[in-house]
T-cell receptor, first 115, second 112 residues
Framework: AQKVTQAQTEISVVEKEDVTLDCVYETRDTTYYLFWYKQPPSGELVFLIRRNSFDEQNEISGRYSWNFQKSTSSFNFTITASQVVDSAVYFCALSITSGTYKYIFGTGTRLKVLA | DSGVTQTPKHLITATGQRVTLRCSPRSGDLSVYWYQQSLDQGLQFLIQYYNGEERAKGNILERFSAQQFPDLHSELNLSSLELGDSALYFC???????????FGSGTRLTVV
């Protein structure tokens, strides 16, 4: 069975601090995709990144970076120099590629960035 | 605009009623997925359609049903509504090769 765990329910940081959101996944499939989505207070799901299971390169996009480690089944997300606009709920998701491409979402981490 | 259109954006209805949520996928996408986001269950996969046919089912209640029409738009029908059905319902679409969803902005259903 597939599972995604986001152990951090809520994190509060002060603006300009760095923050890391943890994501641990479980799957027996060798081919899968991992995702991060941002859900701001308005409610929509904003796509941040997709990573396939064969690509363990870390990625940086502006203040965002992702660390994918298959050895620990983790796909962590770091925001550098956080801003108030980063306040949102962040979801990690797993998708396997056999048959359906349904997503298994983690329970989300609510990030509050205080001015 | 993500390209996936969900209507209505908000819906308030009474217990026992029936509602229909509509989703128009992004142009060229054949798959439509429905997800429910509730406070106690988080984001859960409900059902997937591919080119008009049901492809996969998740934790969808028997009171709920869906279909995908020849023009590829999809409808999620929720009947005998209960207070616990209050949630944000998302539709997503994906191209034929599967990966890379586009989510709609969701329909917020409130059952009173």
């Amino acid at each position: 069975a597939q599972k995604v765990t986001q152990a951090q329910t809520e994190i509060s940081v002060v603006e300009k601090e760095d923050v890391t959101l943890d994501c641990v996944y479980e799957t027996r499939d060798t081919t899968y995709y991992l995702f991060w989505y941002k859900q701001p207070p308005s409610g929509e799901l904003v796509f941040l990144i997709r990573r396939n299971s064969f690509d363990e390169q870390n990625e940086i996009s502006g203040r965002y970076s992702w660390n994918f480690q298959k050895s620990t089944s983790s796909f962590n997300f770091t925001i550098t120099a956080s801003q108030v606009v980063d306040s949102a709920v962040y979801f990690c998701a797993l998708s396997i590629t056999s048959g359906t491409y349904k997503y298994i979402f983690g329970t989300g981490t609510r990030l509050k960035v205080l001015a | 605009d993500s390209g996936v259109t969900q209507t209505p954006k908000h819906l308030i209805t009474a217990t026992g009623q029936r509602v229909t949520l509509r989703c128009s996928p992004r142009s060229g996408d054949l798959s439509v997925y429905w997800y429910q986001q509730s406070l106690d269950q988080g984001l859960q996969f409900l059902i997937q359609y591919y080119n008009g046919e049901e492809r996969a089912k998740g934790n969808i209640l028997e009171r709920f049903s869906a279909q995908q029409f020849p023009d590829l738009h999809s409808e999620l029908n929720l009947s005998s509504l209960e207070l616990g059905d209050s949630a944000l319902y998302f539709c997503a679409s994906s191209p034929p090769h599967g990966y890379g969803y586009t989510f709609g902005s969701g329909t917020r259903l409130t059952v009173v």
